[in-house]
């Protein structure tokens, strides 16, 4: 029944987005009527059209920013915005401005960067260090000149030098709490400062579209203090709460000072990645999701939102997680 419903959910979305994509391209002398066609359950959509190459133009005017994409989920979101050039979720595919702490490293996303030269661009930014945050925003501009999605992916869990979620308040660390919170709630929240300009401009620029500009944070259900039944996971779970309240603060600044930017929350589930390898013995059958649904999935929600949903934290499914 679950699936049912998710995937009727999902069948909504996608006939609200035709429809929509189709009276903005019969609109546009720019853009040949097309035909759209839904690839599984995915959000995803390919074109056939006879347009010429304005439409590429017009498609290429979307800028998504993906902050933390060197792998696990960040990579896969890169993946799959250079994978569907035209739309997703309704909103134009186009460029990409992909950033991590260390670009010479990240070796698969070199080589999406030498598959698409003309439309993924990569630049380092280091969440704890706003100096190189606000580099990379720069960057963007020079490069871009605009930002319609802004994507904060970057979190931590666990880490190698001993960071580990915490089953018991003797447990609880300072040093573990202050790199939690500075990763998780105060690393989005600056890259959200440095970009808000671009965010701004861009809104202002594309504010006859029927999509917002948008912020998407990650976040979790264990942020959830109305949810929490467990307990436990003290730095985690507060430096997530931290992002929402975080997230929240900035979408009611936006709102309040009529900039269209929409900010919005993200819960992916539980995903096979690194940061829930040494969890995921845990998870019950068919709750661990692959990156490729879990984005999938976050790109649908992202593609429906509207003003009216800023502050909101989503689950996979589109529906609203409480916090």
């Known amino acids: 029944p679950n699936a049912t419903f998710v995937t009727c959910k999902m069948g909504l979305f996608v ?9 903005l391209k019969q609109a546009s002398s720019q853009i040949s009527p097309a035909v759209c066609v839904w690839i599984g359950h995915s959000r995803h959509f390919s074109t056939s059209t006879q347009a010429d190459s304005s439409s590429s133009t017009v498609a290429e005017q979307h800028v998504s920013v993906v902050q933390g994409a060197s792998r696990g989920l960040g990579l896969e979101f890169v993946r799959q915005l250079l994978a569907t050039p035209e739309t997703v979720g309704g909103r134009y595919g186009g460029k990409v401005f992909a950033t991590c702490r260390n670009p010479s490293g990240a070796h698969e996303l070199s080589q999406l960067a030498q598959m698409y030269p003309d439309r993924l661009a990569v630049a380092p930014l280091d969440v704890t260090n706003e100096d190189s945050v606000k580099a990379a925003a720069d960057a963007c501009q020079a490069q871009f000149g605009q930002a319609n999605l802004l994507i904060n992916v970057t979190g931590v869990l666990h880490t190698p030098d001993g960071l580990f979620p915490e089953t018991a308040l003797s447990k609880v660390d300072p040093k573990s709490l202050l790199y939690s919170y500075q990763v998780n709630a105060m690393g989005p929240l600056l890259v959200t400062k440095a970009f808000a300009p671009l965010l701004q401009s861009t809104a ?8 917002p ?20 996971w003290y730095s985690y779970r507060a430096s997530k709460t931290a992002l929402n309240q975080l997230t929240k ?9 009529r900039h269209l930017v929409t900010c919005i929350l993200l819960h992916p589930g539980t995903v096979a990645t690194d ?3 040494p969890f995921q013995k845990n998870v019950p059958e068919g709750k661990l999701f692959t990156r490729e649904r879990a984005i999938q999935q976050l790109l649908g929600v992202i593609g429906n939102v509207s003003p009216e949903d800023t502050g909101k934290l989503f689950a996979w499914d589109g529906s609203v997680i409480e916090w």
């Open 204 to 211: 202002a620029s594309t504010s006859n579209r029927p999509w």
């Open 213 to 232: 500009v948008v912020v998407a944070n990650l976040s979790a259900r264990v942020s959830s203090i109305g949810d929490n039944k467990m307990g436990g």
């Open 249 to 257: 603060c900035a979408a009611v600044e936006f709102g309040r000072r």
């Open 275 to 277: 940061l829930s390898l």
């Open 15 to 23: 006939c609200r987005n035709l429809i929509r994509a189709y009276f």
